[in-house]
């Protein structure tokens, strides 16, 4: 998809420039006065020798991460819409401003630019061949290993959209267990599929309450990646994997029903990032656990009032059965700690419209009880250009879920629901540093905010969780 060359070779070549640059050119006169390399800004030009070059402008200000990636997903949207699928992408001036480390957010955005919804009708598709150009030869080394690096992150990225952007009855909770497992087949990881026969057995009770409302039965994936056998340390990663969403008797409005497909958004990040660092073979251990369900009405479902058992042990008063994705992570928690023995948390979830109303759909909320363990983090998103916003919590937070009559409640009041969410699923981390990822906003826009952006899911949490575990 993507090949690194000192020279580029195609016929149709994409040239970055800013406007200093641009000022130093002698440029033919199609384009004198015409193109003023304003940010993503385009133009087409003719060569004597019948190749076309396509200039798309930097601006004049410092690009910071999400800019990069959108300048060549820019380029690639370009040229796809003129139906060229092959061309030259010379990276030089952004690498020689941004430094080697650039070509990570160039590989990124071009082969997010590229991405376009499954569609259920005929249509062709043809595959886009890029040659990155870069004519610094002594760099070409370090820029093929991030480039690789790179682009193992975005195959899984892709992966995480495609299952969030598959209808409901074309993604059923065995169903995404088997394209996990399948997409990991061939790397170190160790997959095991937990059925619901097994979960009754080990007391799964949160997640059956839940998968239990509909036909189509909930199961747990349980991935090991031991890339570091000699490290004590093993980082817990916990997806949200309800593969629909109606919100059981609570039931969801009617115009929020077509995003409760991909209330799985979570389960898939965690699913993908793993799947990059075995394919980078990436010297750490993580422990991936996706409850996976669905949310439905049916005769046996639970109902506000309820109270339930979990796999910690601890009852828990159902106040909204469609808080049930907290549910499903409490007893996900509860097995990473318990019985794979992990030393850090990180869970993350489409779980509450309260994270999107506060930080809307570009910022993802955050909320640690370890600085420590939020540093690393921190030092991720910045690797990665994902933003995400730190969540303060005090003890009358946590008291907000007391319940009167089980050891927890489900829903807070109808104040800080992203806070009490996430205060709720650290009730079974059992004091291990815990990290807690709100991707409601972010995993999904209607209309694409950034150019690597694609109308559907977005594969949020993958880059940034890829670079904490890779630390």
Request: glycine share 8%; net charge negative; hydrophobic share 40%.
């Amino acid at each position: 998809m993507i090949q690194l060359t000192g020279q580029c070779q195609k016929d149709t070549v994409v040239v970055f420039i800013d406007k200093e640059n641009l000022a130093k050119m002698e440029q033919s006169a199609k384009t004198a006065g015409v193109f003023k390399a304003n940010y993503l800004e385009t133009a087409w030009i003719s060569e004597q020798d019948g190749r076309w070059k396509l200039f798309v402008g930097m601006g004049e200000e410092h690009l910071d991460k999400i800019q990069l990636k959108e300048l060549a997903a820019k380029a690639v949207k370009e040229c796809k819409g003129k139906e060229i699928h092959e061309f030259s992408l010379d990276i030089t001036s952004v690498i020689s401003k941004y430094s080697v480390k650039a070509v990570r957010d160039l590989t990124e955005g071009a082969i997010l630019g590229q991405y376009e919804q499954k569609m259920f009708k005929k249509k062709e598709s043809k595959e886009i061949q890029i040659e990155f150009c870069y004519s610094e030869k002594e760099s070409l080394d370090e820029l093929c290993t991030y480039l690789d690096e790179t682009v193992s992150i975005a195959e899984g990225i892709w992966f995480a959209r495609d299952m969030v952007n598959l209808p409901a009855n074309r993604l059923r909770p065995e169903n995404f267990a088997e394209a996990v497992a399948d997409l990991v087949k061939g790397t170190a990881i160790e997959t095991e599929i937990i059925h619901v026969d097994e979960l009754r057995k080990m007391g799964m009770d949160a997640l059956l309450s839940v998968g239990d409302s509909s036909e189509f039965p909930p199961c747990m994936l349980v991935m090991r990646y031991k890339g570091n056998p000699d490290s004590s340390r093993t980082i817990g990663l916990i997806g949200k994997g309800v593969t629909v969403d109606t919100g059981g008797y609570c039931l969801k409005p009617a115009n929020s029903m077509l995003g409760i497909k991909g209330d799985m958004a979570g389960g898939a990040a965690v699913s993908a990032a793993l799947y990059a660092l075995a394919k980078n073979q990436v010297k750490t251990n993580v422990v991936v656990v996706v409850p996976m369900c669905e949310n439905r009405i049916s005769p046996g479902s639970m109902l506000p009032g309820d109270v339930i058992h979990s796999y910690a042990g601890k009852t828990i008063e159902i106040a909204n059965t469609d808080a049930e994705g907290r549910l499903i992570l409490g007893d996900a928690v509860s097995y990473a700690v318990k019985n794979e023995h992990v030393t850090e948390l990180l869970d993350i979830a489409t779980l509450t419209g309260a994270v999107v109303n506060m930080l809307g759909f570009t910022i993802g909320g955050a909320i640690c009880d370890n600085d420590k363990w939020f540093h690393e983090f921190y030092e991720a998103y910045q690797t990665s250009g994902e933003r995400y916003w730190r969540l303060p919590f005090y003890k009358e937070h946590e008291k907000m879920i007391e319940s009167k009559i089980a050891d927890i409640r489900n829903l807070g009041e109808n104040h800080c629901g992203t806070i009490t969410a996430g205060l709720f699923i650290r009730e079974f981390a059992e004091k291990h540093p815990w990290l807690h990822l709100d991707i409601a906003g972010t995993a999904w826009v209607d209309s694409p905010i950034f150019e690597f952006q694609a109308a559907g899911a977005t594969g949020a949490g993958v880059s940034t969780i890829y670079y904490l575990c890779s630390r």
